[in-house]
């Protein structure tokens, strides 16, 4: 009963079944879930989870005498911190730039660039190196409504467009430094992190690509329609398609909202990257990284957005009778479904981790004799798998792994051991993942669709990962 394999699959079961056999309502499912493995996981485990998190004997005897609602509850919590606000912000702006007009400006611009035929990629490439210095989810709230405004333009195509910025984002978002895991993995693994920046950009396109190339066979073999939502509604979006361009917003002020949080999430990461422990820089340069640090913030990054896509719309309904606080409110009801949704996600999530997993998958395969790439990727997929975070999988694999690539006579740089991490932990996303919700939830995809696409789309591109890293290690030893 108090076994972390056992815990998990009744878990799954609980998800699963309640989701797609009892047609429950995801939130229910997944609380319900967190609160039967709360249930099962001993104290004995959630006080050795706390003090392998490097807490206290104290603070992780107290975790262990915390009720089951609490502990739940605070993990339920500490979701909502991570994400609750970029949710809301990210739907005010999205609903924002839908209606005002911004998203088909953007797209009638990105139209006369890149030609219907080849905007998918221009997608796929616009998300990869978004993806780079912030979240994915940030990627998905700011990519998302440029998918549903471009489906609704040229009349098909909506999974494509939606494939295309998850293959970017995802492969990005777990190889390249800055974004936090890679970053990690990068001095966990002591890999230089230029080398890492180098060899996991090549590496993410290579499987972006692949994931380009699934998504335009899948979208030839299942149709998935741009679905009405409170934030998106199909009537507004046909409404700004008929629109002359003389009716629309300038494309810089179209793009603000986009740009405007990227541009200060992108500013501070490159001042944190190069900052030294003297502070030798004049008045004025200190004064200015102060400013970009405060602004740099994720939650004050997608405030800022949301505030300047509300003057975006407010500029282009003057002369016309418009209730500025219902308009906030039908987009504020449509995130707060998606911050329950993956907070609930991240609670099941949390409980997971508790039960021990991850320290039980480190010691059935201490022992395995395999070679260390794809050990490497195995351990880093099962534990995304069993646990739903791809940012755990990537700092618990490199944990197991630093010791032995570190000691081990290899004949290939230990680097390609750090990009097998990377690519394993992007298998296999579903209900106890976060992200997961997020994808289906800002997409319209149901959860059987996201099962059918998302999930094969980042087993596809991180199976090509690994094949590529194998061959490169041989190749190219880098020793």
């Known amino acids: 009963m108090s076994d972390p394999v056992f815990i998990l699959l009744v878990g799954v079961l609980i998800v699963v ?44 005897l107290q975790l262990s005498k915390k009720t089951i609602g609490e502990r739940v509850a605070t993990e339920f919590g500490n979701t909502t911190g991570k994400i609750g606000i970029l949710i809301a912000m990210a739907a005010i702006i999205g609903k924002c730039m839908l209606e005002s007009g911004a998203a088909e400006r953007i797209i ?27 979240f994915f989810d940030t990627v998905i709230f700011l990519m998302m409504p440029l998918a549903k405004a471009m489906s609704i333009r040229i009349g098909k195509n909506y999974l494509l467009l939606v494939l295309s910025i998850m293959a970017g984002a995802v492969m990005a978002n777990s190889l390249v430094p800055p974004a936090p895991g890679p970053l990690f993995l990068a001095g966990a693994m002591q890999i230089p992190i230029g080398l890492m920046m180098i060899a996991g950009t090549i590496l993410g396109i290579l499987t972006a690509g692949t994931g380009y190339l699934f998504a335009i ?9 741009v679905r009405d939502s409170l934030d998106a509604r199909l009537e507004d979006i046909k409404m700004n398609n008929l629109k002359e361009d003389t009716q629309l917003p300038s494309l810089w002020f179209s793009l603000l909202p986009v740009i405007l949080p990227l541009f200060f999430i992108c500013a501070d990461t490159f001042i944190n990257l190069n900052a030294t422990g ?14 970009i640090h405060f602004f740099g913030d994720k939650n004050i990054a997608l405030l800022t957005a949301a505030l300047v896509a509300l003057l975006l719309f407010i500029s282009q309904k003057k002369g016309t009778k418009y209730d ?6 039908s987009a504020l009801m449509s995130g707060g479904s998606i911050i329950l949704i993956t907070a609930a996600g991240g609670a099941f999530g949390g409980m997971l981790q508790q039960t021990g997993i991850s320290s039980k998958i480190a010691t059935l395969t201490q022992h395995y004799q395999m070679a260390l790439i794809p050990l490497a990727f195995i351990i880093a997929a099962v534990i995304r798998t069993a646990q739903g975070s791809a940012t755990v999988a990537l700092i618990t694999a490199s944990g197991i792994l630093s010791g032995m690539a570190a000691s081990g006579h290899l004949e290939y740089h230990h680097l390609y051991i750090g990009l097998a991490i990377g690519c394993g932990s992007k298998l ?9 919700w997020i994808v289906c939830k800002m997409s319209n995809l149901t959860e059987k669709e996201a099962l059918k696409t998302f999930a094969p789309l980042n087993v596809i591109m991180g199976l090509t990962g690994l094949v590529i890293i194998l061959i490169a290690a041989k190749l190219f030893p880098l020793i």
């Open 17 to 60: 079944g309640g989701i797609i056999g009892m047609k429950l309502h995801p939130f229910l499912a997944l609380l319900l879930a967190a609160f039967a493995v709360a249930w099962m996981t001993p104290g004995s485990a959630i006080e050795q989870f706390a003090l392998e998190k490097g807490s206290t004997p104290a603070a992780a």
């Open 108 to 134: 009638r611009s990105m139209l006369l660039l890149t030609g219907i035929k080849k905007a998918p990629v221009a997608f796929v490439i616009s998300s990869f190196f978004i993806g780079i210095p912030v």
């Open 217 to 225: 066979w899948l979208n030839k073999r299942m149709t998935v329609p």
């Open 278 to 291: 003297a502070n030798t820089s004049s008045l004025f340069v200190t004064k200015l990284k102060q400013f």
């Open 324 to 329: 500025l606080s219902a308009f906030v409110q």
């Open 428 to 436: 296999v996303p579903w209900m106890n993942d976060a992200g997961f």
